[in-house]
């Protein structure tokens, strides 16, 4: 890695607080300081490091009464945690004009400001500028004269009148938004006439060495996995909208295979309301806890045979790309993101099926059931392209050279 000694980029990850994303995950803040890895927000880390940029990651936080900073075990990155709050309950309840003025006032901008003084910070980064957050701080960032550059991570679309109102000029000083979706650069600019010239194409990255197929027959049996069993996988978070749970589980059943299993293993708000779905499913095992032991992961896309990801609404989404990484093919709807890394199809590696489709997806599956050499040239070409598009150290490159002359 090179020495860090270039300039310190803030970054804020979606949320009031942390608890937002690690609650429904079952961790604890020092859990994401100890064990979390990759994801978007830490392959730009790690990737930016590459580049030899110093990161911050800054969340607010209903735990602590004073700022706190831990230490990311992985890449190094100080993790800063400020006292914050929640913006939704009570009088927001129904109202999404209400609720942005409410994100916009418990913003606890004064302790960001006085992290982003301490670490001597030189410009901020704001995942999903589509959220009220996105708009207090830019005008903090505005009052301390930074730089702000922000990123698209499939947050939703603006809510309310009054953050439309109020989007297109926050949008207007930033300096630049790192945008991998082509339908969302389109929405972009015809939305808020952003300029193309401000919107860069650049993926997430991915640890192309660390995610990397183990022995295929050593770790099916080591996982109780039959050689001849077929193994189709899905990983990431339990949202069932959003990640289009229900459309691969309708998917599965359409499946006619005598000898298959659907492998699913993580966890998220849904978990409660996803398990009936799993029970009534036949052939399906699901690894019900947010994973943080990457190399177990790695174990199951190591002894599987096809990877499945619907998703209705992405950004970048990383969990296909560390399953190409680990050679395999995959079947995938055409989301924002997908879309961009699969828009090859076949000749990347794999199979786009209509959002929203389930028969398309159920046939997809079907084909590459039916034709293990199939299975194998798409997976050799979904590796050959997550090698080439995607490895940390070409996309903290990209970043960089996008970053360079603007702080």
Not at 261 to 281: C, K, N, T, Y
């Amino acid at each position: 890695m090179a020495a860090l000694s270039g300039p310190a980029l803030a970054i804020f990850p979606w949320g009031d607080v942390i608890e937002e994303f690690l609650e429904p995950l079952g961790l604890t803040a020092d859990d994401y300081a100890e064990r979390m890895r990759g994801g978007w927000l830490f392959g730009y880390v790690a990737g930016l490091q590459s580049a030899g940029r110093r990161c911050i990651v800054v969340h607010a936080s209903e735990r602590v009464k004073a700022p706190e900073r831990l230490t990311h075990a992985q890449t190094g990155a100080p993790i800063y945690l400020v006292p914050g709050r929640r913006s939704g309950g009570g009088w927001t309840d129904g109202d999404p004009s209400r609720r942005a003025v409410a994100q916009w006032a418990r913003t606890p901008s004064r302790a960001f400001a006085g992290v982003l003084r301490h670490e001597g910070c030189d410009a901020i980064l704001v995942q999903d500028y589509e959220h009220a957050r996105f708009d207090a701080l830019t005008a903090m960032a505005q009052r301390l004269k930074l730089p702000v550059f922000a990123s698209f991570q499939g947050g939703d679309v603006t809510l309310s009148p009054l953050e439309r109102r109020v989007r297109r000029r926050t949008l207007s000083r930033c300096r630049a938004i790192v945008v991998a979706s082509a339908k969302e650069r389109e929405r972009l600019a015809r939305t808020y006439g952003y300029p193309a010239e401000r919107m860069a194409d650049i993926p997430n990255p991915v640890d192309t060495e660390f995610w990397r197929a183990e022995d295929k027959a050593a770790v099916r049996q080591a996982l109780g996995v039959a050689p001849d069993e077929l193994l189709v996988v899905n990983h990431g978070r339990i949202d069932i909208q959003r990640k289009g749970l229900d459309l691969i589980l309708e998917a599965w059943r359409r499946l006619a295979h005598p000898n298959a299993r659907l492998m699913l293993i993580g966890s998220g708000q849904d978990r409660e309301a996803f398990a009936p779905m799993v029970a009534a499913a036949e052939r399906v095992t699901w690894l019900s806890d947010y994973v943080t032991d990457p190399p177990l992961i790695r174990r199951w896309l190591s002894a599987a045979d096809i990877y499945i990801t619907l998703s209705r609404i992405e950004g970048m989404p990383v969990a296909p790309l560390e399953a190409m990484a680990c050679g395999l093919p995959v079947v995938a709807s055409d989301a924002h993101g997908i879309a961009d890394i699969l828009k090859g199809g076949e000749a990347v590696g794999g199979i786009l099926a209509p959002g929203g489709d389930p028969s398309a997806a159920a046939a997809a599956l079907a084909r590459l059931a039916a034709d293990p050499q199939l299975r194998n040239v798409l997976g050799e070409r979904a590796r050959r392209h997550v090698e080439a598009t995607y490895g940390v150290e070409a996309v903290g490159a990209a970043l960089d050279q996008r970053l360079a002359g603007e702080f």
